[in-house]
Nanobody
């Protein structure tokens, strides 16, 4: 049974920081590229950042570059999203997702429908 469990969300003031974690089980974690998505009310689920099966290649959407950092620890089956300088427009439910890559060359997938497994989401609220 595949499980992706996010944690670390909450309420923070603008300019503050949060670190999201996503613990995976039931998959060979090191064979999966991982992504973080977010969805605000009434909006589509959009890619935030993605990372290849190793931790050497990453992708981030333009609006979070320089503020958010994605990383992973394959020994702990966990992917992280460090979020700094948070803005009110970052408010959303954040989801982690797993994309089977089989250790192939990282080709970041930015469309939610292309991911194989999803977590339940964690709410991030940034007050202005």
């Amino acid at each position: 049974q595949v499980q992706l469990v996010e944690s670390g969300g909450g309420l923070v003031q603008a300019g503050g920081s949060l670190r999201l974690s996503c613990a995976a089980s039931g998959i060979t974690f090191s064979s999966y590229a991982m992504g973080w998505f977010r969805q605000a009310p009434g909006a589509e689920r959009d890619i935030v950042a993605a990372i290849g099966w190793s931790d050497t290649t990453t992708y981030s959407r333009t609006s979070v570059k320089g503020r958010f950092t994605i990383s992973r620890d394959n020994a702990k089956n966990t992917v992280y999203l460090q979020m700094n300088s948070l803005k009110a427009e970052d408010t959303a439910v954040y989801y982690c997702a797993a994309d089977y890559s089989g250790n192939s060359r990282f080709n970041p997938k930015i469309t939610a429908g292309l991911y194989d497994h999803w977590g339940q989401g964690t709410q991030v609220t940034v007050s202005s």
